[in-house]
């Protein structure tokens, strides 16, 4: 097992007070995010109304992609949740999700990289360079919520591993624990659920590893301690309480493209003109609203990912 940045050297760097402090666990660590944003309550808000202050812990950059859009309420998007390992209701994964052990969260990277092995979130996450950003997150069920993420570029993860040339897509697992996991009692879909993404997808800079919302540490229901948000792709492509990153030659099956194939593509990009799912995808919901909203082309990121797909007929890879 080979370590690329222990939890000393990270714990050093959050605490430089006493020495005692280097050997806080990171549930404690994680206590002081989710103070940190009781302390700043009374900083700047985002808009009118929004019971929401940006924590000065770690966060080092914020950025806003969701234009003058209203942010979702806390509590929307912590109990109106997908999360089939804890149950198909919108309410089970926060009802069981609390059940959801994540430290330590060892993670497994195999495949085609210099370094693989077993690895601790703190060997993957970099808690000091934090980002806040804010994305649209589209959901294939035609529904949408904009949700103030907190995490790391993806991009920057995985270059630590070092992908050889033979890595042309990489590979994501969540944990598959009937102990913790309700859900997986049915069989609803192929367990463990896995995704995957087409390298060059993996590092464009929108691709987001999240680690917390609203300036707190993840709940179990949001995926945590880790998942992924790739904005410009239905909700499903986002994996929670990732344990597994697997490089590898070949496109890889995903989860949902086992259990329906017409309907789930691997590419998934949010696309109005598209509808091969039950749901139409023109319009959608935002969480909240009484009325239906346009939905946009790669969810409205299609000036920053539109460059990935030139060439390539959409309507055939769906
Ligand atoms: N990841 C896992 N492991 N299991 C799931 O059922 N659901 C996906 C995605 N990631 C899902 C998952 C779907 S369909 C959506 S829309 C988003 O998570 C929802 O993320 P949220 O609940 O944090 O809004």
């Known amino acids: 097992m080979m370590l690329l940045k222990n939890r000393k050297s990270w714990h050093i760097a959050e605490n430089q007070v006493t020495p005692e402090r280097l050997y806080l666990s990171r549930r404690q660590i994680m206590q002081g995010f989710g103070l940190g944003l009781g302390a700043a309550l009374a900083g700047p808000l985002f808009r009118a109304g929004a019971a929401y202050a940006l924590p000065n812990f770690g966060i080092a950059k914020k950025t806003n992609y969701a234009g003058d859009e209203e942010l979702n309420s806390y509590k929307d998007i912590t109990s109106y ?18 059940a959801l052990i994540t430290d330590p969260w060892p993670v497994e990277v195999t495949g085609h990289a210099e370094r693989t092995g077993t690895y601790s979130l703190e060997d993957l996450i970099d808690f000091n360079a934090l980002e ?8 294939v069920e035609a529904w949408s919520m904009v949700i103030p993420w907190v995490g790391v570029p993806l991009a920057g993860i995985l270059k ?13 697992e969540t944990l598959a624990n009937r102990a913790q996991m309700p859900g997986l009692r049915s069989r609803v879909l192929d367990w463990p659920y896995r995704e995957g993404l087409r390298m060059d997808e993996a ?42 990153i697997n490089f590898v030659e070949n496109q890889p099956q995903t989860s949902w493209e086992m259990q329906n194939p017409s309907w789930y593509g691997f590419y998934s990009n949010v696309n109005p003109n598209v509808s091969r799912q039950r749901w139409s995808q023109g319009r959608e919901r935002r969480i909240g609203d009484f009325f239906k909203r346009k939905t946009l082309m790669f969810n409205g990121y299609g000036d920053q990912v539109a460059s990935l797909y030139a060439g390539m007929d959409l309507a055939k890879y769906f």
């Open 81 to 98: 949740n997908n999360f089939y390992e804890f149950g198909v209701e919108k309410s089970d994964p926060a009802k069981y999700a609390h």
């Open 132 to 139: 806040e950003r804010i994305y649209r997150l589209r959901c």
């Open 160 to 172: 630590k591993f070092e992908p050889t040339s033979k890595a042309k897509f990489v590979r994501f």
């Open 203 to 244: 590092m464009h800079p929108l691709a987001f590893m999240a680690v917390g919302l609203y300036g707190k540490p993840l709940l179990g229901q949001n995926g945590a301690p880790m998942r992924l948000v790739v904005p410009w792709k239905y909700g499903f492509k986002s994996i929670k309480s990732i344990v597994s």
